[in-house]
């Protein structure tokens, strides 16, 4: 199989997955913690703002924002229709979208109003943070497709360490810019991991079932 997870990996995702349903609870039931925490580092970070940590934040959110993460899922998508690897590609776009909605839902169920002082163009419920959602989604998908067929083992470090920084970056901006709460980023990221490693245990399934089913797909590589 060209995408495959291990059993560490599936513990891994659960346990993340657990951790950001009860961050959502508690957040739901208005329950002290994690708010003091949240409240508390969204107060730090207003002191540390200056014109050039704007701009460089800006450019961060920007960078990482959920129709920006849709075109690199689709760039993605397209190199490897071009390696003649369309169930990949069709698993890639799919992924992404599928799990886009799921976090509109869970927006809708935890309902939670942005912080104090966040943008005008920040609209909608705060947890989970989209941005970080969608970024790091990109990013774990390129961990299980990417990653693994670069030869070169110093090629492949640098290029984890960038992608993950540029993660990071995007998880720090919404904090910066008052988007989200820390949880908010924080189950943003553990519902991306957990949603990727659950996608990826489903393309078994999704891969035989295209190959046996479709005739455009009879020859396929899966």
């Known amino acids: 199989m060209i995408i495959a997870v291990q059993p560490k990996q599936k513990r891994r995702a659960v346990f993340v997955a657990l951790l950001a349903i009860i961050l959502g609870a508690l957040i739901g039931t ?8 949240d409240e508390a580092v969204r107060a730090f970070m207003t002191t540390i703002q200056t014109p050039y940590g704007d701009i460089m934040m800006a450019i961060s959110t920007f960078l ?16 490897l229709l071009l390696a003649d690897l369309k169930i990949p590609a069709i698993w890639t776009i799919s992924t992404m979208l599928l799990g886009q909605g799921l976090m509109r839902i869970i927006k809708m169920l935890v309902n939670r109003d942005r912080p104090v002082g966040h943008l005008l163009t920040d609209s909608g419920s705060s947890f989970p943070s989209q941005h970080t959602f969608g970024a790091f989604v990109v990013i774990f998908i390129m961990f299980l497709l990417v ?18 920084t540029v993660g990071f970056m995007t998880m720090l901006s919404r904090l910066y810019l008052s988007a989200h709460f820390l949880s908010d980023v924080l189950a943003g990221l553990f519902f991306a991991y957990a949603w990727v490693i659950l996608a990826a245990a489903c393309y078994p399934k999704m891969a035989n079932y295209l190959k046996n089913n479709f005739r455009m797909f009879q020859h396929e590589e899966i």
Not at 30 to 37: D, H
Not at 147 to 158: D, E, F, G, K
Request: hydrophobic share 60%; proline share 10%.
């Open 64 to 79: 990482g924002s959920p129709a920006m993460d849709i075109i690199y899922v689709v760039i993605l998508a397209v190199i």
């Open 147 to 164: 990653m693994p067929n670069i030869s070169s083992a110093v090629t492949r470090i640098l290029a984890k360490w960038a992608i993950i």
């Open 30 to 37: 208005n329950f002290p913690f994690p708010g003091n925490i």
